[in-house]
């Protein structure tokens, strides 16, 4: 049972568009989430996160919103550049009490073109 | 600073093999997790350890195992290999693994079972 969805798989935006990626979850005890970044052969990187007390975090380009409602959480990169072109992997705790138990997407692949 | 670093980088086997990954952390992180990277279910925790202990499981066979040192790198092993088994093995090491997104992922050891 995938607790944490990403139903698109790609995604392809023209440069200096907007970029938005979408993630779902059905498991309301999730209360903090967050965005990794992963290029080819290199580990995921962390981008941004959001607890669930906020409905909106920004840093820079990257931001994300969470409707908790809909369980529902979006990340929004604008203006895209083709250095964001990377699968994106959103990520949901239960706390944040221990780094082990995030439970992770399937991705998405972004493809930034000029 | 050193990352995480992970090896072997790419590794062949066969099924019904066995086979041992390692995992170096950041130096002076004490939590180490594993992940298993798949294209149809994501990223998914296998287990963390923190100063020799094994703190969390996730819902993998016993087949996969693990260790940490006490210099806090860890081996993960799995017998028995089977063709399912095939994936992007992926270690992440944390301070004192308190916080999610304190983690930080080494570039994985890409397994093919034959």
């Known amino acids: 049972d995938q607790q944490v969805k990403q139903n698109s798989p790609s995604l392809s935006v023209q440069e200096g568009r907007i970029s938005i990626l979408n993630c779902d979850y059905t498991?309301?005890?999730?209360?903090?989430f967050l965005w990794y970044k992963k290029y080819p052969a290199e580990g995921p990187t962390f981008l941004i996160s959001?607890?669930?007390?906020?409905d909106k975090n920004e840093d820079g380009r990257f931001t994300v919103f969470l409707n908790k409602s809909a369980k529902h959480l979006s990340l929004h990169i604008v203006p895209s550049q083709p250095g964001d072109s990377a699968v994106y992997f959103c990520?949901?705790?239960?706390?944040?009490?221990?780094?082990?138990?995030?439970?992770f997407g399937t991705g998405t692949r972004l493809q930034v073109t000029l | 600073k050193a990352g995480v670093t992970q090896t072997p980088r790419y590794l062949i086997k066969t099924r019904g093999q066995q086979v041992t990954l390692s995992c170096s952390p950041i130096?002076?992180?004490?939590?180490v997790s594993w992940y298993q990277q798949t294209p149809g279910q994501g990223l998914q925790f296998l287990f963390e350890?923190?100063?020799?202990?094994?703190?969390n499981k996730g819902n993998f066979p016993g087949r996969f195992s693990g260790r940490q040192f006490s210099n806090s790198r860890s081996e993960m092993n799995v017998s028995t290999l089977e063709l399912g088994d095939s994936a992007l093995y992926l270690c992440?090491?944390?301070?004192?693994?308190?916080?999610?997104?304190?983690?930080?992922f080494g570039p994985g050891t890409r397994l093919t079972v034959t």
């Open positions: 350890y923190f100063s020799e202990t094994q703190r």
């Open positions: 130096s002076g992180h004490r939590s």
């Open positions: 992440a090491s944390s301070l004192m693994g308190l916080a999610t997104y304190e983690q930080y």
């Open positions: 498991n309301s005890m999730f209360d903090y």
């Open positions: 959001i607890s669930s007390i906020k």
């Open positions: 990520a949901a705790s239960v706390g944040t009490g221990t780094a082990s138990k995030l439970t």
